[in-house]
């Protein structure tokens, strides 16, 4: 009863009202058909929140969430704007809608009332009231546009990226360095100058920023200025040609911009990879001291009639990283079930021989025996013996290496290594010579850290083959062809360009096989046709793929992961459920380069309190 009389009583006045407040709307009560008209032209140039749009007559089949606003309705030049006060979440479908309408009587007048009635109403001192029940009995707008539209500006809003601020202002900021850089702009000095301080507020505000949350609170002020002062310069720049023109040579300029730093980019890399740290520089000086203030009884190992023993577990580990060397040792050790059984033969050059050492007989590993050895006293290792060693001493090897004028003849740095002017790095193919007495030896990089204990290796039945390892061709480039040149006809007719690699790292070795099949001989054949490099660039992988060729076991991945060193994104789960990671790649854990998250992996089995550490100030 309440709402009935409320509705007549507004009638009453709404009827009357326009006829004094709105002369020129006198003429659509005179004719309906003319007010139905204007009523539907007012209807289609609706604004909401001051953007106009053209609405649809009809209802939309959608069904949306939308915030309904509550506020002032007034009318401007027919137009009806609302100021949003308030909102409340509401949702109805179109169905709901329709059915709402009907029982609601007040919103029917509203909605089939030309423009000045409307206005009168809403201008009535009960209008709160009638706002207020009409918010009740409709809780959504009847065009289903309007809630679409609503809805839709929820969801962008929701769905926004995190940098979303962050990239407008980069955008302002190249905008505005074009408008600059334009004559029309060059010659309004005050444009310029206003320009010029706006692309120093949002460059102080931008910072390194890289997501909206590093953004000072004063940002979205300087990007409402910004957006201001570069409407003023699209006002003063019509010449849509010089804009194209400037675009493009912009683009091309960072274009080369960025391929140069590409370039130093790696080159860098490259460089800190290889270069030693002072820390680790610092340890062999002053294990070398150390050892050489001991006498000859403190220089020798315990244990060292194990080392020819074949019943037990072998490890070969060729380095002179000391502290590398360290942690592959320490995190065997932590996992072996019966650490006693374990052996590991440690082959370093000559600087690094007492130095070894010195860290193994101050740093004991448990009840594990340790052999430190210096590759010097490999006599039978030399050039008349090994095609390598051969090739690394000539003329055209150092002048490839150390000539400044021959830096571009290569474009992949890589490949330019001097690790691999080093033996240590291709004595894995002389693992039977090495140990002439044992039968199977597990190798290990001295990049590695192992998380399972691995005695199970040594009971796999490799079926014949010589090397087991975990094979790397679930990516293309982990094949063959990737390594190989297959545009020579001796490595076409050879070797199937889509073969699957395997990597080196962790590889259970059958020396019994080995010999049998003359694996070092074969080695040998295909460095000696290699002498030019036509077949392959240098390094162990290439030959290896060669030399094992059809002779490789493959292992499963779950022994070895990869990528440690250089992919930032290794599955969390391969990562814990590997018995060894490997961080191959320039990325290596010692480095200030490592990535930090695989650090840990790393750093656990170092024992940061150990006093040479300290000395050399190495820490975590």
């Known amino acids: 009863m309440k709402v009935r009389h409320i509705v007549l009583g507004l009638l009453s006045i709404s009827v009357i009202a326009p006829i004094f407040l709105y002369t020129d709307r006198v003429g659509s009560f005179v004719n309906p058909s003319s007010s139905r008209r204007d009523f539907l032209d007012d209807v ?20 949306a969430a939308l915030k309904e606003p509550i506020g002032v309705v007034y009318s401007d030049n027919s137009t009806v704007t609302r100021e949003h006060k308030s909102a409340r979440v509401l949702s109805a479908t179109d169905e709901e809608r329709q059915q709402q309408q009907l029982s609601n009587p007040i919103r029917q007048v509203i909605d089939r009332a030309p423009p000045g009635l409307t206005t009168a109403l809403d201008s009535h001192p009960n209008a709160s009231d009638i706002s207020a029940i009409e918010l009740e009995q409709q809780p959504t707008q009847p065009s289903g546009k309007i809630v ?36 029309a702009i060059k010659n309004n000095p005050h444009v310029t100058r206003e320009l010029r301080l706006r692309v120093k507020e949002v460059t102080r505000a931008l910072g390194d920023a890289t997501k909206d949350s590093d953004l000072p609170k004063n940002a979205v002020d300087k990007l409402k200025a910004m957006d201001q002062s570069l409407e003023k310069g699209k006002q003063i720049q019509d010449d849509c040609a010089a804009v194209v ?96 059984d374990h052996v590991f033969h440690i082959v370093t050059d000559r600087l690094n021989y007492a130095a070894m050492r010195m860290w193994f007989l101050s740093n004991p590993p448990g009840k594990a025996t340790i052999q430190v050895q210096n590759i010097e006293e490999f006599t039978w290792l030399n050039s008349s013996y090994s095609p390598v060693l051969k090739q690394l001493g000539s003329p055209s090897m150092i002048d490839y290496y150390f000539r400044a004028h021959r830096a571009s003849s290569d474009s992949n740095l890589k490949f330019r290594n001097p690790k691999y002017l080093s033996i240590l790095n291709h004595l894995r193919f002389y693992l039977p010579e090495i140990f002439p007495k044992l039968k199977k030896v597990l190798f290990l990089d001295d990049d590695i850290v192992v998380q399972k204990d691995l005695t199970g290796l040594w009971s796999l039945d490799l079926k014949g083959n010589v090397n087991g390892a975990v094979e790397t061709c679930g990516e293309s480039f982990h094949r063959f062809d990737r390594y190989l ?25 059958d020396l019994a096989e080995w ?25 162990t992988l290439p030959p290896g793929l060669i030399t094992f060729w ?65 000395e050399c100030n190495i820490n975590p």
């Not at 289609?44 to 069904?63: K, M, P």
């Open 148 to 183: 679409q539209e609503h809805s839709d500006n929820k969801h962008d809003r929701l769905t926004e990226p995190a940098d979303a601020q962050v990239r407008h202002l980069k955008d302002q900021l190249i905008r505005a360095k074009l408008y600059l850089s334009l004559p």
């Open 485 to 509: 040149n297959f545009s020579n006809p001796l490595i076409s007719k050879n070797f199937d360009p889509h073969a699957c690699g395997w990597a080196y790292g962790m590889n259970i070795f």
């Open 515 to 539: 010999r049998r099949q003359s694996i070092t001989e074969v080695y040998h054949r295909w460095q000696r046709l290699n002498r030019d490099r036509q077949l392959w660039k240098l390094g």
């Open 245 to 340: 023109k400037k675009l493009r040579a912009m683009l091309h300029s960072s274009e080369e911009q960025l391929r140069v730093h590409k370039k130093q980019t790696m080159f860098l890399t490259q460089l800190t990879a290889k270069t030693l740290p002072k820390g680790l520089h610092c340890l062999p000086l002053r294990l070398t001291t150390e050892y050489y203030t001991l006498n000859s009884s403190q220089q020798n190992f315990p244990n060292q009639q194990k080392l020819e023993d074949p019943r037990l577990y072998h490890y070969a580990l060729f380095s002179d990283n000391i502290l590398a060397a360290a942690v592959v040792v320490n995190s065997t050790i932590s996992h072996a079930k019966h650490p006693s």
């Open 550 to 614: 059809k002779r490789t076991y493959s292992l499963d991945k779950s022994w070895h992961v990869l990528g440690l060193g250089y992919n930032p994104n290794v599955n969390q789960r391969e990562i814990d459920r590997a018995a060894v990671i490997h961080y191959n790649g320039n990325l290596k854990p010692w480095l200030e380069i490592g990535i930090p998250k695989y650090k840990i992996y790393w750093a656990k089995y170092v024992d940061y309190e150990t006093v040479y550490l300290r």
């Open 44 to 63: 289609s140039a609706f604004t909401v929140s001051g953007d106009t749009r053209h609405l649809n007559v009809l209802h939309q089949e959608t069904s």
